[in-house]
């Protein structure tokens, strides 16, 4: 019944900021853990942060810890993604995800995907 939403993809410069925006409907949103994945042509997808259902705990991967910041806003139900210090290497599709296994160690399984949204770096 969960359906997840993203917005906010588009292009930018090296060096700039995007911010991804996803929203969720159906689920029990306050109580869930949330996350990030991204998609590489020809690649795995792969997690780029998450967030406990509490907000207290996060994850990141190493390739944008300290550039990317995860949030949640309980009460509209919506996750954020805030990408700054952008790379060419950051362009991929960008997937919001539901339900997950997330903690300090990394982040695994989610029940509920987004349509995705593709970001674009440009050198």
């Known amino acids: 019944q969960g359906e997840l939403k993203e917005s906010g993809g588009g292009s930018a410069q090296a060096g700039g900021s995007l911010r991804l925006s996803c929203s969720v409907s159906?689920?029990?949103?306050?109580?869930?853990?949330m996350g990030w994945y991204r998609q590489f042509p020809g690649k795995e997808r792969e997690g780029v942060g998450c967030?406990?259902?509490?907000?207290?705990?996060?994850f990141y991967a190493d390739s944008v810890k300290g550039r990317f910041t995860i949030s949640r806003d309980n009460a509209k139900s919506t996750v954020s993604l805030q990408m700054n210090s952008l790379k060419p290497e950051d362009t991929a599709m960008y997937y919001c995800a539901a339900d997950l296994q997330c903690g300090n160690w990394g982040m695994e399984g989610p029940r509920y995907w987004g349509q995705g949204t593709q970001v674009n770096v440009s050198s």
């Open positions: 967030i406990s259902w509490s907000g207290f705990t996060t």
């Open positions: 159906g689920l029990t949103f306050d109580k869930i853990p």
